[in-house]
């Protein structure tokens, strides 16, 4: 199972960019990368998910390097609504690791007005 | 999300009482999970099931048991509780052939 290593905490202020970095160096040919949101005392919440290259969608962006060791989150134009734990996964898309993904403590990120 | 919910969401009880937390969902899915969080921490997988008839444990399953009623019910039970069990706890449910899972609003359990 390919562990991740996130910072533990990142700030930000409103109206700006912020890029999450994971790494991810044991990560297997078959496993996709996830991102989660986390608001305090709710649920993850299922954010973006790629293989390579780079994923887009209304929320975020992910950027996946060719050796995909490493991933990044891409947060534009932040707001005070996406102070948030994101957490990074490492998995098998066809759910053979499922059950066993690693939630690890995840990057807060604070965005100050 | 609504399709996940959990019962109840907060709950203060007893060192050595049995309490019983109860997860349904909607989605139809197979996938339930059980997940506990402490302050500051990420998420520990308790138990996990991908369907009716298979329960596997998870990183830290001491202390608790768990039961799949139906697919779309997973619950569970703390047999004898002691405070270091005062978390937050999570169900989630996940489909077949994908890792996504979705979470429930999540019950937090103080055991005094």
């Known amino acids: 199972l390919a562990k991740t290593t996130q910072p533990i905490s990142m700030d930000s202020y409103e109206g700006q960019e912020v890029n999450i970095t994971c790494s991810h160096n044991n990560i297997a040919t078959n496993d996709y990368i996830t991102w989660y949101q986390q608001f305090p005392s709710q649920g993850p919440r299922f954010i973006i998910q790629g293989y390579k290259t780079k994923v887009t969608n209304e929320v975020a962006s992910l950027f996946i390097p060719a050796d995909r060791k490493s991933s990044t989150l891409s947060l534009p134009r932040v707001s005070l609504s996406d102070t948030a734990v994101y957490y990074c996964l490492v998995g098998d898309k066809r759910g053979s690791t499922l059950g066993r993904l690693y939630f690890g403590r995840g990057t807060q990120l604070t965005v100050w007005p | 999300d609504a399709d996940v919910t959990q019962t109840p969401r907060n709950r203060i009880t007893k060192t050595g009482k049995r309490i019983m937390l109860e997860c349904s969902q909607t989605?139809?899915?197979?996938?339930m999970y059980w997940y506990r969080q402490d302050p500051g921490l990420g998420l520990q997988l308790i138990y996990y099931s991908f369907d009716v008839k298979d329960i596997n444990k998870g990183e830290i399953s001491d202390g608790y048991s768990v039961s799949r009623q139906a697919q779309a019910k997973f619950s569970l039970s703390l047999e004898s509780a002691i405070p270091n069990q005062t978390a937050l706890y999570f169900c989630?449910?996940?489909?077949?052939?994908?890792?996504?899972?979705?979470f429930g609003p999540g019950t937090r359990l103080t055991v005094l």
């Open positions: 989630a449910t996940s489909g077949v052939n994908t890792d996504t899972q979705y």
């Open positions: 989605k139809g899915h197979d996938r």
